[in-house]
């Protein structure tokens, strides 16, 4: 198991120099990415977006190739991630909104969003951090908007519960205040979509799978 417990702006500050090439060509994300930009051009019609842990842009640039003109809000906690994406994104710089915070310390807002999309960011959380989150997230959506969030997924309720405990022995046995950590306890798909769905969700559908991870689909 993944026994790194460093503060996730720490660690993503850390690696914010080499991160895209270490997510698409050294993790071979490229069909992810492809996977988001079809997701994006089968609903249309999308004029406002939410990026939770927009980290450098990489779904961005799927995003702004898809809808030129759509405006997006990015929150981040790490600074340097988002220094790399607002340079990356100069020429977007009127359609963007960049926020570097913890996405559980914004205000989300009331039916703000046609769309809100997570990647790779969630995965760092408790169920009850990503309960309380899933609310705010379907609170943000306008009628009929969605929420895709591609993410680590555990095989087995039985995985999950052993990344959660995991990740409280450690803490407990380092002396560390509960916070975020850049230690992964993906969970199980069932729970997952039982979070969404008591978060207000009516309608929750794996998009596409692989061996660990895969996008949900959820309309509000």
């Not at 779904?59 to 994406?85: A, N, Q």
């Not at 039916?111 to 997230?137: G, N, P």
């Not at 794996?206 to 991870?213: A, F, M, R, V």
Request: glycine share 6%.
């Amino acid at each position: 198991m993944n026994i790194n417990i460093e503060e996730i702006s720490h660690f993503f500050d850390k690696i914010s120099d080499h991160y895209d090439e270490h997510f698409i060509i050294k993790t071979e994300m490229q069909p992810f990415y492809d996977e988001i930009e079809e997701i994006l051009q089968y609903f249309g019609n999308i004029s406002s977006l939410l990026d939770l842990g927009c980290g450098t842009g990489l779904e961005l640039e799927r995003v702004f190739k898809v809808f030129p003109d759509i405006l997006v809000t990015c929150i981040d906690i790490s600074g340097k991630m988002i220094k790399r994406l607002i340079d990356k994104f100069e020429d977007k710089k009127d359609q963007l909104k960049v926020i570097c915070n913890s996405y559980f310390n914004v205000d989300l807002g009331n039916e703000q969003y046609d769309c809100v999309i997570s990647s790779y960011s969630l995965h760092h959380f408790c169920t009850d951090e990503k309960s309380d989150l899933y609310k705010r997230i379907c609170f943000s959506l306008k009628p009929n908007g969605f929420f895709i969030n591609g993410d680590l997924i555990a095989k087995t309720g039985e995985m999950e519960k052993q990344y959660l405990d995991e990740r409280a022995r450690l803490i407990n046995d380092k002396g560390l205040a509960e916070g975020m950590y850049n230690y992964d306890i993906p969970l199980a798909k069932e729970t997952e979509r039982f979070l969404l769905i008591n978060a207000g969700f009516s309608q929750i559908k794996i998009y596409k799978e692989w061996e660990n991870s895969a996008i949900f689909i959820s309309n509000k």
